[in-house]
């Protein structure tokens, strides 16, 4: 029997359960679907503006919302799982390391969320670049050294004041001035941005030695990715931040205006709460028309995975962002009202690729043998199937390189050409060879071989609770012991962990786990950027990439190559080059392949939620992130 079909049984299974949950207060009517397409709204057509409720007012509107978050009404509150791990540390997206997932990506390669908009949305599922504060299609010049965006007329802050040209180049201006992440992700490749009337920007790139833009992808990911902030706010923060960058980027803004569908309710170390502005721009017929049906978006703060899926089974979660072992007996076996976007292993869209970074701060694991070693006695076959429970292609079925499983990024390398790296794990035998062949040997006969006199002792390390990269972790330290290396694993907070990972330079763990970048328009290319490039090494807060600190003069050189060649076979020849070097260099190893968003949900409260062969082309994107958001607009609560 179809998934499908066994949810619709397990919800009249569940009905009486979840209507002795809800609130005792009346069931609303939804708003009629959302007008929203895959496609950018026609303006030109005649589009049916829903009817305008009238707007109560100020004291009004403070007396009916509830008094605490425990009285949120559930028929009109989504709740979600797995993203928010810890207190949120602030609101401002000029800030590195605000711990606020919902709000504010880790950095500036996020894409839009419920507060901050970008110029266009990023659809990974066909590629698509749709419009969002930007107003239709961006225009490269003749030459693709400028960029020209038009800003959508109808856009608002959430003060009602127009979002701006002025806005989108002074955002950047100020990321670049303060030396934030998005501004160094961007500065390389970005030269200015410029207002040239209130409604156009124009985007300039850096240009290489021939006068070429010396990376036109990542003028495009800008487009997708590049939080704009209001002008006026930021000058407010400068102002009571006497221009101080760190302080600009530390301060917690409380404060903050924002263009999204949604803004702060109520935070603290127990859960997260967005209220919709019923305000929000988006219910211009030149977006989508309407707004997002949930009023509030709540996420509960818990202390690992284990009690986020008792409260995803039990109803408590709406959408869930984590992994959960056999998730299909969830349906099968429990016959709860959860899906997943696809029917069948791996049920989700297989993009990122979690990784193991080695510390290269550490001498002994600049040894080559070493991290060579270790990654070739890794048992991935055991990681795929107890600590993914099968949702993860193997390494048989997809070899490793820099590319993720997806036939388009599979086919930008000869694989034959690497073949001869590839390794598929729990090879012991190869793994000791090497070493000894390394003469790295245990002297005093202790079962440890030692490094430079010394024992070679090693952290594998990943947030606590996160239960799959842990499992995963113990995998990589068993191996370590086969071949005579010392593991331990350490799991702390995740807030701990990230701090000290992206560190300028951490002594605290050797090996370490951080997840890979997506499908994006930049990809592969991004991904070799985010695995090795050196331009990233020395920064403190750190969220672009290569953790480890690698550092290769060739690979710098395919990195600005690869961006501006025509040619199909040059491009395939560099990247094959650059999957070569990796696969001998070893700096960091995937340990598996995940879908970038898990996206299971739970059907008890609300339905119609996105799913592979709807016809919605709605990526499983937590509902939140990037085209992903159109989900709100879809789904409705049970009558």
Known sequence: ??????????????????????????????????????????????????????????????????????????????????????????????????????????????????????????????????????????????????????????????????????????????????????GNANKLYIDTITAVDPSTVVIKAVLNEEGKAANPLMLVNFLGSFYIAQKDWIQKVEARNNNDPTAIKNDPGEDVVYSGPYGKYYADDQKVVFIRNDEYWGKDPSMWGKLPTPKYLAHAIYADNAASETAFKAGEIDVNQQFIPNIQDLWLKEGLPISTYIDEPPYGICVNMPTAFYNLDKPVLQEVAVRKAIAIAVDYDAIIANAMTGQSPSFREVPRSIMNPTEAEQSTFDHDAVKHLQWIGNDIEGANKLLDEAGIVDTNGDGIREYNGENISLVAACPNGWTDWQASMEIVAAAGKNIGIEITTQFPDADTYQTTVTSAK??????????????????????????????????????????????????????????????????????????????????????????????????????????????????????????????????TPIE
């Open 1 to 182: 029997m179809k998934k499908r079909t066994m949810k619709v049984l397990a919800l009249f299974l569940s009905m009486l359960l979840v209507l002795g949950t809800l609130s005792a207060c009346k069931s609303k009517e939804p708003e009629e679907k959302p007008a929203t397409s895959t496609e950018t709204p026609d303006t030109s057509k005649e589009t049916e503006t829903p009817k305008k409720e009238e707007t109560p007012s100020t004291e009004e509107k403070a007396t009916e919302e509830p008094t605490s978050t425990t009285e949120l009404p559930r028929n009109e509150t989504l709740y979600f799982g797995g993203q928010q791990w810890g207190a949120v540390n602030g609101w401002n997206p000029l800030g590195d390391n605000n711990n606020n997932a919902m709000a504010l990506s880790s950095s500036g390669s996020g894409s839009r969320t419920v507060m901050f908009e970008t110029l266009y949305m990023y659809n990974f599922l066909d590629g698509s670049m749709t419009p969002l504060l930007a107003d239709g299609d961006y225009q490269w010049n003749d030459n693709m050294t400028e960029i020209t965006v038009k800003i959508n007329s109808a856009a608002k802050w959430s003060d009602g004041t127009p979002v701006t040209a002025d806005d989108v180049a002074y955002t950047y201006e100020t990321c670049v001035k303060i030396g934030n992440n998005a």
């Open 506 to 635: 951490q002594l605290d763990y050797d090996i370490f786990m951080m997840w890979t970048d997506s499908a994006s328009p930049v990809q592969p290319w991004g991904r070799l950027r985010y695995l090795m490039s050196n331009e990233f090494n020395g920064l403190d807060n750190n969220w672009s990439g290569n953790y480890g600190h690698y550092s290769n003069d060739r690979v710098q050189e395919l990195i600005k190559l690869i961006p501006t060649e025509t040619d199909p076979a040059k491009l395939k020849e560099y990247y094959t080059e650059a999957v070569e070097i990796y696969l001998t260099d070893i700096p960091s190893f995937s340990l598996m392949y995940r879908p970038d968003k898990f996206h299971a949900v739970n059907e008890s409260v609300w339905t119609g939620f996105p799913e592979q062969g709807d016809g919605l082309n709605i990526p499983p994107a937590d509902c939140t992130d990037g085209y992903g958001i159109a989900a709100l607009y879809h789904i």
